[in-house]
């Protein structure tokens, strides 16, 4: 903490405790579920607001430790996604620590960690999220269920997005440009034809040059469905690969890996569905 204090400026300003339950979020598409389910008996702060902000890089603040220090609950991704979580919840004693990808998944810590493209971890995190704000807060706990349960409904739509795509899903092997995507690509049907590009990009390692050949090659001869980008994390690599798709007339599925300002969690994975079903009802078309 002594550290974090020195590297992070000498500011004196310390946030007021909120009245209710207080959380706070390491990202902002977990801080607007407990925000859904908490309503107006509390208050959520996401520390990260902004998709510009690469969660795996981010460096808290003065003002970000003294807000977690105050929280009653305190909501991290886990499985090594947003580390710097961890040393800041030392200083919340009292707060109940929940790793979404631990906690509530129960997946190893070296599984893919981008689980917010699981098709039901948002459902699943609303309704613990219920559970918990309960025993903080007995008297509200019908209000907490029934706001859980009105955020579930409320994402249905990408459920029957999902078996949709399923349904019309044609060829079954696409290439990534990192596992961002991977855990919808499943449920979909797709399967990864090369990981071992992605993996290395995810481990912040160079692809090796089979690596990077294989992918050009799936690209090539067009054994691939899509090619899916991440479009917060391009370099040169991936910017040639985009281009040889291009070339080569395979379609390219861009994604983010976090939220983009002005939208909700439900308007971001619905917006990126239509961008996949566009993508398959073109393939459709060619054959």
């Known amino acids: 903490m002594t ?3 020195f590297l992070s400026g000498c500011s004196t300003e310390r946030p007021s405790r909120a009245n209710g339950i207080n959380v706070v979020s390491s990202v902002n598409f977990y801080g607007t579920t407990a925000k859904a389910v908490l309503g107006h008996y509390g208050h959520v702060t996401s520390l990260i607001k902004n998709s510009s902000i690469d969660p795996h890089d981010f460096t808290p603040t003065v003002r970000d430790a003294e807000r977690v220090s105050q929280a009653d609950f305190v ?3 886990g499985l090594n996604y947003d580390n710097w979580m961890n040393s800041l919840s030392q200083d919340a004693p009292h707060a109940k620590r929940i790793k979404v990808g631990q906690t509530l998944l129960h997946q190893p810590l070296k599984s893919n960690p981008h689980v917010w493209y699981r098709l039901n971890t948002m459902p699943e995190l609303a309704n613990y999220l219920a559970k918990q704000f309960s025993k903080k807060d007995p008297a509200h706990r019908k209000f907490f269920y029934r706001n859980a349960h009105h955020y579930d409904h409320s994402l249905a739509i990408l459920k029957t997005q999902i078996n949709w795509l399923k349904h019309h899903r044609q060829k079954s ?3 990534v440009s990192e596992p961002v995507f991977d855990y919808e690509l499943r449920e979909i049907g797709y399967q990864i034809n090369d990981p071992s590009y992605a993996k290395a990009v995810e481990h912040g390692t160079d692809p090796s040059p089979e690596a990077i050949r294989s992918v050009q090659n799936d690209i090539k001869h067009r054994r691939i469905a899509f090619f899916v980008e991440n ?3 391009s370099d040169a690599i991936v910017n ?3 281009k ?6 395979v379609p390219v599925m861009k994604i983010t890996e976090t939220m983009p300002n002005g939208m909700n969690y439900r308007s971001w994975m619905m917006k990126q569905n239509y961008r996949l079903e566009m993508i398959q009802a073109r393939e459709k078309e060619s054959n």
């Open 3 to 5: 550290a974090l204090l």
């Open 75 to 77: 909501i991290s991704n």
């Open 173 to 175: 092997r696409v290439d």
């Open 231 to 233: 479009t917060q994390a």
């Open 240 to 242: 040639n690969l985009v």
């Open 244 to 249: 040889l798709a291009h070339r080569h007339h």
